[in-house]
């Protein structure tokens, strides 16, 4: 098969309107995400809360990151890693509110809340300035992973153990999305059209919506638990 462009064979390389193009997959798998994140985004009713303030933001900026991130991959060849680095930043941005969103139930006292709101910006801040001088999607994954599994599922184990039940789809959300660290260190591609950044793009799309289950049954069921035993309330900025 001809090498089209001098680009890798692994990387399915096509021509289009004399473009050098690759990947096809990715736009696909990073399409589906994003296309999953704005009808969430849209389907948010007016937000009540600061919980749903920064999810929606979080679907917003997510969204916004993978819709760029499938065309990062696709040009390659015309952008580079340059072409990555509003993915990368708009992904941080997201992780940034998905953190927020967890600590910001006033369940915590509030020099507690403030260190980690303080641990989110310091994170957020020294990923960021790594990510683009290294040029290094490492550490945009070990933002994530802090975040998912720290504020994501440790916090969602804490307020599912005081009775909220809604968080159980939380903490099954980081589950689900725990393979990808493997998937991603052992390089494991189960085919040529269906790679390892592909399979982590169809498991992220299962957690944002296990995300949003747990989101939407906060609203309607466990909210009137909060209120009720007056053990828990929201933030108001």
Known sequence: MENLCDIPFDKLPFTLFGLCLQEPMALVTNMIIAITCFVIYFKFKPVENDFQKHWKLFYL?????????????????????????????????????????????????????????????????AFTILALVFKSFVFVMADAVITYLFFCMGFG?????????????????????????????????????FNKEDLSHVLMTSTIIFFYFGVIRLNQVDLDLLISTKQLKYVHK
């Open 157 to 193: 184990i804490y307020y599912w153990k005081k009775g909220l039940s809604s968080f159980k789809y939380t903490v099954i959300a980081v589950i689900v999305l725990i393979p990808s660290i493997f998937i991603f260190t052992l390089q494991f591609n189960p085919h040529l059209w």
């Open 61 to 125: 900026f997510f969204g916004l990151s993978t819709f760029f991130s499938g065309f990062g991959h696709m040009f390659f060849q015309y952008t580079g890693l340059y072409g990555k680095f509003p993915t990368w930043t708009l992904g941080l941005i997201s992780a940034f509110h998905a953190g927020k969103a967890m600590i910001s139930l006033n369940v915590l006292k509030e020099r507690t809340n403030k260190i980690f709101l303080t641990i989110l910006y310091v994170k957020f801040i």
